[in-house]
């Protein structure tokens, strides 16, 4: 079984071999690698598009649907909610201070009841001695005069 290449570059069937035969084999040897890429483009090209599909989807979550840049915008909301940041503990501190007060002033109006009560007893037994007094008297003077 010899092979022979003519000048022109074709390949002759071996010895025996019948043409129609040879040619078949040199067919098929040329179209199945061929076969075999179109084959493997096709889920090739159906996972590119699925790729290019989710890569656009991204990009449209990503990309600014107005002319600012979101690094940008990004920044000045962290400027932002640290500004509120500020503002609430200044608030908080606030509170507190005024929370202090409240319950110093609490404290301060507990000692005035106080005081009051006291002075309302203290004028409340002068007020009596002044009355038995007076009373005292009174009879006394009664008594004299009978």
Do not use: C, F, Y
């Amino acid at each position: 079984m010899t092979h022979v290449v003519s000048a022109l570059g074709e390949l002759a069937p071996p010895d025996g071999t019948p043409w129609w035969a040879w040619a078949l084999v040199v067919v098929l040897i040329a179209t199945i690698p061929a076969a075999i890429a179109i084959l493997a483009q096709h889920p090739l090209k159906r996972t590119m598009r699925t790729v290019a599909k989710d890569a656009r989807e991204s990009r449209e979550q990503v990309k600014n649907s107005h002319g600012s840049n979101l690094r940008d915008d990004v920044d000045r909301l962290l400027a932002s909610i640290r500004e509120v940041r500020q503002s609430v503990e200044h608030v908080a501190t606030e509170q507190r201070w005024q929370r202090e007060t409240q319950t110093q002033i609490a404290h301060d109006i507990g000692g005035l009841r106080e005081e009051i009560r006291t002075e309302r007893k203290d004028r409340a037994t002068g007020d009596e001695m002044v009355i038995d007094t007076l009373t005292r008297r009174e009879r006394e003077r009664r008594d004299r005069e009978r």
